[in-house]
């Protein structure tokens, strides 16, 4: 079917779509004729303006630029004129080569397009957002570039503020790649920073820094007018009224570059705030932009209950005025945002290893299922619920010879709460039996331990019923571990635990077919990690000598320190025997390039799907010459679906919004005609999919990554050929098409409409 266009208006696309063409269709096309001729056309009209409202956006987009360019030109001052008058007589090229002062290193081509398009920015006096995939090598882009402008005689200084993480890479890739540049990493406490100062920050051509010291001593660094801002992680600035936006902001600085693998995580406000950093005077009111391309107008006007001609305004005609608009609006937005982003997916400039990604299913356990009921309930004291539960176990793990009495000695105590509740004496008789049946010394000994683990329990938080969810999807044991250090871990852990009895089973099946290959285990909790830690380390199937499958890991959280940390990346990429790595997704995602590994366990998901996104790309990146599995636990029925749906639909707008734009710098890449082809069709499936309730996303991943397959299982049910077959890195496994599409996966839905409705409201804003 014909799209719109600047000739053609949404009128007229409907007339020619459904009006009479030719005496033979008649009858049919004349029915269709007669319900434009009824259609609402005030509705149609307001409809046309919203599409004639976005155009317009564009173009005044392109006369802000003018006039922002005509006005730095005025009130340049003279050392910032003469650095750009460097770059504007010299010798102009249709392409720059590599710099000289780049070595070590040869520069790939998406790479020499992605240090032109930076170049290009400067010459124009422009800024923006290097947004390429994970893994593309943003960093060496963004150094070939300060190689550049360093070899006509620019030499800053430049800033480079980045998370505290990957301020040791920057200086790595600097130091291997860029001897020429002279830096200093601006790090480390009060005293030493002021050190660092003493020397002078101006004697150096680059800055590396984090975003906390940045806050810290933004004193001292407004006081230096920068050549450049470079922003490592630049999504970090999504919230405009944040203190690291508006102090980075108000720094001396002639050009600014965000770098961001994830430019769009959650909605178009997020990704406004990056364009006002980048282009304060163009993109200045969110409203406005908002107003330029706002989706639920027009569906509320396509929807319009009161509308007069509802009868006539049929299903079909909703859906074609629908999805038409929806495209105007997106490729509108898309004309906007082309001359500041460039955007390039590992799939279209790099031949990677193919990647698998699996969602592995499994039910709750039945421990995990009594625990989830009480915590929806809110007239249950879950503490008290929690202690009767925990307490029988610990004595049973630890102390044996007592585990026959728990039972009794449990009446007793719950005769004795009653008591204190109802402040009166109850039958004193039954008492006096239940005692009579147990010991002095037998109570004093249950005493403290009931008491111990009562004390352990009280020390932990329980008001947030979403992180307790969460946690409880995870293990039951995140409240209390029932084993005492000199305790031997049963298989009851394992049993206890849905998402483990999945590890259990994956884990020894790709050991026994890969026995060199290196795993990395995500988590959203530290205590997550330290559960599996001791499962790895503890388990007679791990750490018996004579175990096929002897393990030592690796971990790290958000508390381990830099020694810690690069202790523990040093052990894991070099030592051959440490083939497990616990990561805190949010620690970890970050900055490390973790190749050596060729599977990667999502224990839970993220809140935000790009912080998952990006954990995968620590292995499936530059470097890596495997193919690599990915596999993603999650618990039937729970919290963690109406997370997996909201996740989903945020990477559909994430799809829409940037990977459809083009945004690559680059049309000799491709061709043109099937690209745009590609792109209607892709757009479509998008649009469909993002209305749709019960899909999971499987078009979603067929579109984000060719080579990725998306499979359900679920765990309790995998037989062995499932095992074999998930566990495969056998490249045929790769080149088929084993995609479930969201016809086929809605008949697979485990919670119905209403507890899903009922579980999101415990998600609140945090999935907003």
Request: hydrophobic letters at 35%; aromatic letters at 8%.
């Given at each position: 079917m014909?799209t719109?266009?600047?000739?053609?208006t949404?009128?007229e696309?409907?007339?020619?779509?459904?009006?009479?063409s030719?005496?033979?269709s008649?009858?049919?096309?004349?029915?269709?004729?007669?319900?434009?001729?009824?259609?609402?056309?005030n509705?149609?009209?307001k409809l046309?303006?919203?599409?004639?409202?976005?155009?317009?956006?564009?173009?005044?987009i392109?006369?802000?630029?003018?006039?922002?360019?005509?006005e730095?030109?005025?009130?340049?001052?003279?050392?910032?004129?003469?650095?750009?008058?460097?770059?504007?007589?010299?010798?102009?090229?249709?392409?720059?080569?590599?710099p000289?002062?780049?070595?070590?290193?040869?520069?790939k081509?998406?790479?020499?397009i992605?240090?032109?398009w930076l170049i290009?920015l400067?010459?124009?006096?422009?800024?923006?957002?290097?947004?390429?995939?994970?893994?593309?090598?943003?960093?060496?882009?963004t150094?070939?570039?300060?190689c550049?402008?360093l070899?006509?005689?620019?030499?800053g200084p430049?800033?480079i503020?980045?998370?505290?993480?990957?301020?040791?890479?920057?200086?790595?890739?600097?130091?291997?790649?860029?001897?020429?540049l002279?830096?200093?990493?601006?790090?480390?406490?009060?005293?030493?920073?002021?050190?660092?100062?003493?020397?002078?920050?101006?004697?150096?051509n680059v800055i590396?820094?984090?975003?906390e010291?940045?806050?810290?001593?933004?004193?001292?660094?407004?006081?230096?007018?920068?050549?450049?801002?470079?922003v490592?992680?630049?999504?970090?600035l999504?919230?405009a009224?944040?203190?690291l936006?508006?102090?980075l902001?108000?720094?001396?600085?002639?050009?600014r570059?965000?770098?961001?693998?994830?430019?769009?995580q959650n909605?178009?406000a997020?990704?406004?705030?990056?364009?006002?950093?980048?282009?304060?005077?163009?993109?200045h009111?969110?409203?406005?932009?908002?107003?330029?391309f706002?989706?639920?107008?027009?569906e509320?006007?396509?929807?319009?209950?009161?509308?007069?001609?509802?009868e006539?305004?049929?299903?079909?005609?909703?859906?074609?005025?629908?999805?038409?608009?929806?495209?105007?609006?997106?490729?509108?937005?898309?004309?906007?945002?082309?001359?500041f982003?460039?955007r390039?997916?590992?799939?279209?400039?790099?031949?990677?290893?193919?990647?698998?990604?699996y969602i592995?299913y499994?039910?709750?356990?039945?421990?995990?299922s009594?625990?989830?009921?009480?915590?929806?309930?809110?007239?249950?004291n879950?503490?008290?619920?929690?202690?009767k539960?925990?307490f029988?176990?610990?004595?049973?793990?630890?102390?044996?010879d007592l585990?026959?009495?728990t039972e009794?000695?449990?009446?007793?105590k719950?005769?004795?709460?009653?008591?204190?509740?109802?402040?009166?004496?109850?039958?004193e008789?039954?008492?006096?039996?239940?005692k009579?049946?147990?010991?002095?010394?037998?109570?004093?000994e249950?005493?403290?331990h009931?008491?111990?683990v009562?004390?352990?329990?009280k020390?932990?938080?329980?008001?947030n019923?979403?992180?307790?969810?969460?946690?409880?999807?995870?293990?039951p044991?995140?409240?209390?571990?029932?084993w005492?250090?000199?305790t031997?871990?049963?298989d009851?852990?394992?049993?206890?635990?849905?998402?483990?009895?999945?590890?259990?089973?994956?884990?020894?099946k790709?050991f026994e077919k890969y026995?060199?290959?290196?795993i990395?285990?995500?988590?959203?909790?530290?205590?997550?990690?330290?559960?599996?830690d001791?499962y790895?380390?503890?388990?007679?199937?791990?750490?018996?000598?004579n175990s096929?499958?002897?393990?030592?890991?690796c971990?790290?959280?958000g508390?381990s320190?830099?020694?810690e940390?690069?202790?523990a990346?040093?052990?894991?990429?070099?030592?051959?025997?440490?083939?497990?790595?616990?990561?805190?997704?949010?620690?970890a995602?970050?900055?490390?390039?973790?190749?050596?590994?060729?599977?990667?366990?999502l224990y839970?998901?993220d809140?935000n799907?790009?912080?998952d996104?990006?954990?995968i790309a620590?292995?499936?990146?530059?470097g890596?010459t495997?193919?690599?599995?990915?596999?993603r636990?999650?618990?039937?029925a729970?919290?963690?679906?109406a997370?997996?749906?909201?996740?989903?639909?945020?990477r559909?707008?994430?799809?829409?919004?940037?990977?459809?734009g083009?945004?690559?710098?680059?049309?000799?890449?491709k061709n043109?005609?099937?690209?745009k082809?590609?792109?209607?069709?892709?757009?479509?499936?998008?649009?469909n999919?993002y209305s749709?309730?019960?899909?999971y996303g499987?078009?979603?991943?067929?579109y984000?990554?060719?080579?990725?397959?998306?499979?359900?299982?679920?765990?309790?049910?995998?037989t062995?050929?499932?095992?074999?077959?998930i566990?495969?890195?056998?490249?045929?496994k790769?080149s088929?098409?084993?995609?479930?599409?969201?016809?086929?996966?809605?008949?697979?839905?485990?919670l119905s409409?209403?507890?899903?409705?009922?579980?999101?409201g415990?998600?609140g804003?945090?999935?907003?």
């Amino acid at each position: 079917m014909e799209t719109l266009s600047e000739e053609k208006t949404l009128a007229e696309l409907l007339a020619k779509e459904y009006g009479p063409s030719n005496e033979a269709s008649g009858s049919e096309n004349g029915v269709k004729s007669e319900k434009i001729d009824k259609l609402d056309h005030n509705k149609l009209k307001k409809l046309q303006i919203l599409i004639d409202q976005s155009k317009a956006f564009s173009q005044i987009i392109s006369s802000s630029l003018v006039q922002q360019k005509t006005e730095e030109e005025k009130t340049d001052d003279d050392e910032h004129k003469a650095k750009r008058q460097k770059i504007e007589t010299s010798p102009k090229l249709d392409t720059y080569k590599q710099p000289k002062s780049l070595v070590n290193v040869t520069l790939k081509p998406h790479q020499i397009i992605g240090m032109n398009w930076l170049i290009s920015l400067y010459e124009n006096g422009l800024n923006g957002i290097l947004a390429d995939e994970m893994g593309l090598g943003k960093t060496v882009q963004t150094i070939s570039l300060l190689c550049f402008l360093l070899e006509q005689g620019i030499q800053g200084p430049f800033i480079i503020v980045a998370p505290l993480s990957v301020v040791s890479n920057w200086t790595l890739e600097l130091e291997t790649f860029a001897p020429s540049l002279t830096f200093l990493s601006y790090v480390g406490d009060k005293n030493h920073r002021a050190k660092l100062r003493r020397k002078s920050l101006r004697k150096f051509n680059v800055i590396v820094t984090s975003y906390e010291i940045s806050l810290i001593d933004f004193p001292y660094l407004k006081n230096i007018n920068w050549s450049y801002l470079v922003v490592d992680e630049g999504h970090r600035l999504k919230n405009a009224n944040c203190m690291l936006f508006t102090k980075l902001k108000s720094l001396h600085v002639s050009n600014r570059i965000l770098l961001t693998g994830t430019p769009l995580q959650n909605n178009l406000a997020e990704l406004w705030s990056l364009l006002n950093f980048i282009l304060p005077d163009v993109f200045h009111d969110f409203a406005t932009f908002q107003s330029y391309f706002n989706f639920s107008e027009f569906e509320s006007l396509v929807n319009d209950e009161n509308d007069a001609h509802t009868e006539t305004n049929s299903q079909e005609f909703k859906s074609l005025i629908s999805m038409e608009i929806r495209r105007a609006l997106v490729d509108n937005l898309h004309t906007i945002l082309k001359p500041f982003i460039l955007r390039r997916l590992k799939n279209d400039v790099l031949t990677l290893p193919p990647k698998r990604e699996y969602i592995i299913y499994s039910n709750l356990s039945p421990l995990q299922s009594f625990l989830y009921s009480q915590m929806l309930q809110p007239t249950v004291n879950f503490r008290s619920q929690l202690l009767k539960v925990t307490f029988p176990f610990y004595v049973k793990y630890n102390f044996p010879d007592l585990e026959k009495y728990t039972e009794q000695y449990l009446v007793l105590k719950e005769e004795e709460i009653n008591d204190e509740n109802n402040d009166e004496n109850n039958d004193e008789k039954t008492k006096e039996v239940t005692k009579s049946k147990l010991r002095k010394s037998i109570i004093w000994e249950l005493d403290e331990h009931y008491n111990f683990v009562k004390s352990q329990l009280k020390m932990k938080r329980l008001s947030n019923p979403l992180m307790q969810l969460r946690q409880l999807c995870d293990s039951p044991y995140h409240y209390f571990f029932p084993w005492n250090d000199d305790t031997k871990i049963t298989d009851e852990m394992i049993l206890n635990t849905s998402k483990l009895q999945s590890l259990d089973s994956i884990i020894p099946k790709l050991f026994e077919k890969y026995p060199n290959q290196k795993i990395l285990i995500f988590s959203q909790f530290k205590a997550t990690l330290e559960l599996l830690d001791t499962y790895f380390t503890e388990h007679p199937k791990f750490n018996n000598k004579n175990s096929v499958f002897p393990l030592k890991t690796c971990i790290l959280t958000g508390s381990s320190s830099k020694e810690e940390r690069d202790e523990a990346i040093n052990t894991f990429t070099t030592d051959p025997d440490h083939k497990i790595f616990l990561l805190s997704t949010r620690a970890a995602n970050l900055g490390l390039n973790l190749t050596s590994a060729t599977t990667v366990i999502l224990y839970d998901s993220d809140l935000n799907p790009m912080v998952d996104l990006q954990a995968i790309a620590r292995v499936h990146r530059i470097g890596q010459t495997n193919p690599c599995l990915v596999y993603r636990l999650a618990t039937k029925a729970t919290v963690e679906e109406a997370i997996w749906e909201r996740v989903v639909k945020k990477r559909v707008l994430e799809g829409i919004v940037i990977e459809l734009g083009d945004f690559d710098g680059s049309n000799s890449l491709k061709n043109v005609k099937s690209n745009k082809n590609k792109k209607e069709s892709v757009l479509d499936s998008l649009l469909n999919f993002y209305s749709s309730k019960t899909s999971y996303g499987s078009s979603l991943s067929k579109y984000n990554d060719p080579s990725l397959s998306l499979s359900l299982f679920d765990s309790n049910q995998l037989t062995e050929s499932e095992l074999e077959e998930i566990t495969s890195h056998d490249l045929q496994k790769y080149s088929e098409n084993h995609h479930i599409d969201g016809s086929e996966m809605a008949h697979l839905r485990l919670l119905s409409e209403s507890d899903l409705t009922s579980q999101t409201g415990l998600l609140g804003d945090a999935l907003m």
